[in-house]
């Protein structure tokens, strides 16, 4: 892991251990420390249409002040989608869904091997 300096807006600076999976923070804003977050790759779940439903990331706030936020976690934000769909389209938006749930999963899949992970050191 990788040391990563930040400025901030409560201090000089902020130096952090930056996780194997945090895709860095080239658009970094100096927020306040507990505010520092990292971030991984972010997973656009789109819809059969394009349009977007939810999109998925490894998130971790290591110096935020609520415990459950040092932890890392997956980020989840919905889009808003909202349709009237014919018969058909029910097939295909739970085709859709069930498409992404597999890729829900897979990123669970991920996270407890990080869990296990931060648990060991």
Known sequence: MDIVSLPILDGEGARLVEPSWCVGHADHVPCHRVDLSHTGTEHQLTLFDGNDLM???????????????????LYVEQGGYAATLDAEGVRRLAGTLTAHAVELRRLADRLAVLENEEAES
């Open 55 to 73: 999109r998925a990331m490894l998130s971790q706030y290591p110096c935020s002040t609520a415990p459950e936020h040092c932890r890392t976690g």
